[in-house]
């Protein structure tokens, strides 16, 4: 069975490897629960081509210059780089992108120009030709028709250019039905006996909720009550079980019963999810085999990095920074509370296609123990990539009610004692502030790429993460402020005035300006604060912080909230160490 999942694994990579960008825009997804339309799919899929296209053409150009090699040789290289199982399909797009390449860029074209020639960007009849860099000096128009008249007589190059998506290959559609499968239902794809808990750690396995302890029984799951005690076994993953030999009473009874035992679940988007590319993907002079190590594991995990996240973390950080999370601190507190974890987030989330993913929640009422809940879609409603972006911002009316559907959800499925919190939504300003005069990666090598220009490249496609506020347009960025506090109010607004049955509901502001003056006393700069190949969602240094923010704020005001601490910690530390792991 592991081999036939290691083969999954790999073919879900390299079908994964040329829709790289379509996450890295982290695009956000329509609102509502329907799927979106064919024409929309369509004209994100060319925008997302694009970006990749360039990004690639950028890559193996920069190596070629810091190697002072052949573009034959920087191809190669690069492909040397991928892991070794997913060679193969890096190959078979060198062999049939690589001699274009070659000879346009021999020729001083860029990756613009290179990407409109090879037909992976398409400019749509009446809107404007999308570049990234500077145009050559020749204009772009014309370096164009210069490169069409050299690709002219490229005949395999058409024959391949006639696929409108890798899933169009023969005998690759079942698993792209597959693939699609993990995505849409944000379920473990590797789930023996249907508890919606895994073994495994990517395709929405333990990384994104706590590890199952027996994949072949459904009534054994992270955050149930025990079962008698958990005399015989383990039946909720916590990695306490047995008798005490001294007095006859079972562990689980002693350490754990009244000591306010409960779990942590993330309702988000990919800001919760840890949505994160590696710089060192495309920063040439730190580029190794050793840079693309971790490179099937993230595109399995969907470019979201949940094991080190602000709310579900529980891994040291292998991407800068540390790892802090509600989830460690909760565990801390109360080690009854070993892998009660959920991160049900999804890229693109907002309040609106949230009311899909939320049913994905495992949860029995009777079963298993009350949870924290923190309601958290910080920016996409009200980031989007249209022309037209506030035209397609969720309003007051629309959050009120999308909003108090999940509530309602969630009080038919969290077990009484539970708590909910709702939090606001950032002031985007921030990022135009302090990244738009600064080099992306991508520029760091020649100086000739700033945020500002990428913005604009994704704005033209109409893919960009969020035209309201990756914008020198102040106005715009203004008033798209003022619609994220009109709906953050709107959760101010719920969390004092309604009341469930089964939970109790608070607010609280995204903390990023506490996170930048915390992590300004502690000598850092603000830009920091965010990833840098995408320039729009927290880094981990701002995860870590906003944890610390989060927790004190809970402390302080809601300490019923956290539980109580576990006078028998150590105890258990000294029997069970770990626990069982992760």
């Not at 790289?20 to 799919?41: E, F, I, R, V």
């Not at 459904?218 to 008698?228: E, H, I, L, Q, S």
């Not at 980031?383 to 629309?398: F, I």
Request: glycine residues 8%; charged residues 20%.
């Amino acid at each position: 069975m592991r081999g036939s999942r290691q083969t999954f694994l790999n073919l879900f990579c390299i079908l994964w490897l040329p829709l790289l960008l379509k996450a890295a825009s982290s695009s956000p997804l329509p609102h509502g629960n329907d799927p979106p339309s064919p024409a929309l799919q369509s004209g994100l899929y060319k925008g997302h081509t694009c970006v990749g296209c360039v990004l690639v053409v950028s890559v193996i150009e920069q190596l070629a210059q810091w190697h002072n090699s052949t573009v034959k040789a920087a191809v190669e290289r690069l492909c040397n780089y991928i892991p070794e199982k997913l060679q193969g399909f890096c190959y078979v797009l060198a062999e049939l992108y690589g001699p274009h390449i070659a000879e346009l860029i021999d020729k001083e074209m860029n990756a613009d120009v290179v990407c409109h020639s090879l037909k992976l960007c398409k400019q749509d009849p009446g809107q404007p030709l999308c570049h990234l860099y500077p145009p050559p000096k020749v204009g772009l128009s014309t370096a164009l028709r210069k490169a069409k008249r050299i690709m002219k007589n490229s005949k395999e190059l058409k024959i391949f250019t006639g696929f409108s998506s890798v899933c169009a290959f023969p005998l690759l559609d079942n698993l792209c039905e597959k693939i699609k499968y993990v995505i849409r239902n944000k379920l473990p794809f590797e789930d023996f006996d249907g508890d919606k808990f895994s073994t495994f750690p990517t395709l929405r396995g333990y990384h994104w909720r706590g590890r199952d302890c027996d994949d072949k029984n459904t009534t054994v799951y992270p955050g149930r009550r025990p079962d008698n005690w958990d005399v015989n076994s383990d039946s909720n993953c916590n990695g306490i079980w047995g008798v005490d030999p001294k007095d006859g009473i079972p562990y689980e009874e002693k350490f754990c019963k009244g000591s306010d035992s409960q779990g942590v679940v993330l309702l988000g988007d990919s800001a919760g999810a840890h949505f994160h590319i590696p710089p060192e993907w495309m920063t040439v002079t730190e580029m190794s085999a050793k840079s693309f190590a971790n490179l099937p594991m993230a595109f399995t995990d969907e470019l979201d990095w949940p094991q080190f996240s602000e709310i579900t973390g529980f891994l040291n950080s292998t991407i800068g920074g540390w790892t802090d999370s509600l989830y460690l601190r909760l565990r801390q507190r109360n080690r009854c509370n070993h892998r009660d974890l959920q991160n049900i987030s999804q890229n693109g989330g907002s309040s609106g296609n949230l009311l899909y993913l939320i049913k994905s929640l495992a949860r029995n009422q009777l079963l298993d123990y009350p949870a924290i809940v923190i309601y958290a879609t910080i920016g996409n409603d009200v980031c989007n990539g249209n022309r037209d972006t506030l035209a397609h911002m969720t309003t007051p009316k629309e959050m009120l009610s999308n909003v108090m559907q999940a509530l309602r959800y969630l009080d038919t499925r969290l077990p009484n004692g539970s708590h909910v919190i709702l939090t606001g939504l950032v002031d985007g300003r921030f990022l135009w502030d302090n990244l738009h005069e600064r080099y992306h990666p991508l520029g760091q090598l020649n100086r000739d790429v700033t945020y500002s220009q990428l913005y604009s490249f994704l704005d033209c496609l109409q893919v960009s993460p969020c035209s309201g506020w990756l914008t020198p347009n102040e106005t715009l960025r203004n008033l798209t402020s003022e619609r994220a506090l009109q709906l953050s109010n709107v959760l101010k607004e719920i969390a004092t005035s309604e009341k469930f049955a089964n939970f109790d509901i608070f607010y609280m502001d995204f903390p990023l300006r506490q996170t930048a003056e915390e992590w300004r006393k502690m000598g850092g700069q603000p830009w920091q604060l965010i990833e840098p190949v995408d320039g729009f969602h927290p880094s981990q240094i701002a995860a870590a912080l906003g944890t610390s923010i989060t927790w004190q704020k809970a402390l302080h005001e809601w300490p019923h909230v956290l539980g109580k601490e576990n006078p028998f910690n150590h105890q258990i530390e000294a029997i069970f160490k770990d626990q069982g792991g992760h």
